[in-house]
């Protein structure tokens, strides 16, 4: 179970970048969950080896772990994500007295692939119109179809395969598994609940919307004095064009007048989940709104439109406008690049970093890649990076390839700078304002 846990948690990524790719190239409603099954079927093929009432939950709360811990976007909601996929798949097989037929793992997976829809409903940015249900409802069909053949089809066949050659046993009948396993999804049914209920409770955003940061007006949005018009766009929601109505996030920014050199906007959640908006985009893009969901106690604020999904922020607490410092990377034939971290999110994981005012979690991007990236054709024989007060000199055969070296993007309160330091946390240098290639 902890093995398939790890390997369901960490491919999970993976699988979201695919899922998202053949959503662009494809371009039909729903075309994203057509890998929903593939999330779901480490759980499942774990319920075939066991056999077990509570192999499905225990895999799902394991590799949602997993998932969390590594820095999923969806933040702490993956976590009851993955904890009803477990339970679905437990349901799914305690139906059905031959759990080796093809039909429990056909119902299992089918189940616990579409309840993610329905899950990530709770806390989803809702459009304004009808269109909506008709979305979730598309999309919870592909997503079952997609279990029925990866979690469903696949695992059985795997299952099959195994046990053939002698690998898996198949697992023995126990008397009392059929109410063991009723009590255990009653419990983990009502737990779950609880859990969604504190979850959309908790991490509400509140009335209103802090704008802070590198600006010479701050403000809380709403705001009397600034009488803004809601607008309404149409555009792709979960593979379907709808309809939203808010208010533009570029008029929010710029009536925070900020200041010169302030380029990125930090959109934070009250959960703590944190992206960043370039000014670029947030000019460029007319799709980008502040939704509000709900009235009175019961409001919240919804960032919509963005061209990452990532940065689709629910529950949005804070807007902070950043000037960043930058970091040039200046080529051995005297090409001068800018470091953009937003081009490097695939790349990016996340570690505890020990900065000198304290120890922070930050997201990096191996150094190599962006070396080589910048200068792919010419030979490279070393690296300088400079920082106000030191510079180090690294040979390119200590760099390439090399995933532990990597450069950390931090953000203070007002601007971003960079750190080299490696995955372990340690930190080799900070600010770096410069990397030279010779």
Same mark, same amino acid.
Request: glycine share 8%; proline share 5%; charged share 15%.
């Given at each position: 179970m902890a093995v398939l846990a790890a390997l369901g948690g960490v491919t999970s990524t993976y699988i979201n970048t695919v899922s998202d790719a053949v959503h662009a190239i494809l371009g039909f409603p729903g075309a994203s969950q057509w890998a929903a099954g593939l999330h779901v079927i480490w759980i499942v093929l774990a319920m075939g080896i066991t056999g077990k009432p509570g192999t499905g939950i225990i895999t799902g709360i394991l590799k949602g772990g997993v998932e969390l811990m590594s820095g999923n976007s969806h933040g702490v909601i993956?976590?009851?994500?993955?904890?009803? #996929?477990?339970?679905?798949?437990?349901?799914?097989?305690?139906?059905?007295? @031959?759990? $080796?037929?093809?039909?429990?793992?056909? +119902?299992?997976?089918?189940?616990?692939?579409?309840?993610?829809?329905?899950?990530?409903?709770?806390?989803?940015?809702?459009? $304004?119109?009808?269109? #909506? #249900?008709?979305? +979730?409802?598309?999309?919870?069909?592909?997503?079952?179809?997609?279990?029925?053949?990866?979690?469903?089809? +696949?695992? /059985?066949?795997?299952?099959?395969?195994?046990?053939?050659?002698? +690998?898996?046993?198949?697992?023995?009948?126990?008397?009392?598994?059929?109410?063991?396993?009723?009590? *255990?999804?009653?419990a983990v049914a009502i737990l779950s609940g609880l859990l969604a209920i504190f979850l959309r409770t908790n991490f509400a955003s509140g009335e209103t919307i802090q704008i802070t940061g590198a600006i010479t007006n701050a403000y809380v949005f709403p705001n009397e004095e600034f009488d803004l018009e809601a607008v309404t766009r149409e555009m792709e929601y979960r593979g379907l064009l709808t309809e939203f109505r808010g208010y533009p996030i570029i008029d929010v920014i710029e009536y925070a007048q900020p200041v010169e050199g302030a380029d990125t906007v930090l959109l934070e959640?009250? &959960?703590?989940?944190?992206?960043?908006?370039?000014?670029?985009?947030?000019?460029?893009?007319?799709?980008?709104?502040?939704?509000?969901?709900?009235?009175?106690? @019961?409001?919240?604020? &919804?960032?919509?439109?963005?061209?990452?999904?990532?940065? =689709?922020?629910? @529950?949005?607490?804070?807007?902070?406008?950043?000037? %960043?410092?930058?970091?040039?990377?200046?080529?051995?034939?005297?090409?001068?690049?800018?470091?953009?971290? &937003?081009? =490097? *999110?695939?790349?990016?994981?996340?570690?505890?970093?020990?900065?000198?005012?304290?120890? /922070? /979690?930050? !997201?990096?991007?191996?150094? =190599?890649?962006?070396? #080589?990236?910048?200068?792919?054709? !010419?030979?490279?024989?070393?690296?300088?990076?400079? %920082?106000?007060?030191?510079?180090?000199?690294?040979?390119?055969?200590?760099?390439n390839n090399n995933d532990d070296l990597r450069i950390f993007t931090v953000i203070g309160q007002e601007d971003i700078s960079f750190a080299l330091a490696k995955m372990s946390g340690e930190v080799l240098l900070f600010p770096i304002r410069e990397i030279g290639i010779q």
């Open positions: 993956i976590l009851l994500v993955d904890v009803v #996929a477990g339970l679905c798949v437990d349901f799914g097989f305690l139906l059905f007295r @031959n759990k $080796q037929s093809l039909l429990p793992y056909i +119902i299992a997976g089918g189940l616990a692939s579409g309840s993610n829809v329905l899950v990530f409903q709770i806390f989803a940015t809702l459009p $304004q119109n009808i269109v #909506a #249900a008709g979305a +979730i409802f598309i999309l919870f069909i592909i997503a079952v179809a997609s279990g029925v053949i990866f979690a469903g089809i +696949i695992p /059985k066949l795997l299952i099959n395969s195994l046990t053939k050659a002698g +690998i898996v046993k198949t697992p023995k009948k126990i008397i009392g598994h059929q109410k063991i396993g009723l009590v *255990v999804i009653l959640a009250s &959960d703590g989940y944190a992206f960043l908006l370039s000014f670029e985009e947030i000019r460029e893009n007319q799709n980008i709104l502040i939704v509000q969901q709900g009235k009175g106690e @019961n409001t919240s604020f &919804d960032i919509v439109g963005p061209e990452s999904s990532k940065a =689709w922020v629910r @529950n949005t607490a804070k807007l902070t406008v950043i000037a %960043s410092e930058g970091l040039e990377i200046i080529t051995s034939v005297g090409e001068e690049v800018t470091f953009n971290p &937003d081009e =490097w *999110v695939v790349d990016m994981d996340s570690t505890q970093v020990a900065l000198p005012e304290g120890s /922070k /979690k930050l !997201q990096g991007v191996p150094l =190599w890649k962006v070396i #080589a990236s910048v200068q792919p054709d !010419q030979p490279i024989s070393e690296v300088v990076l400079s %920082s106000p007060e030191e510079t180090m000199k690294m040979t390119w055969l200590e760099i």
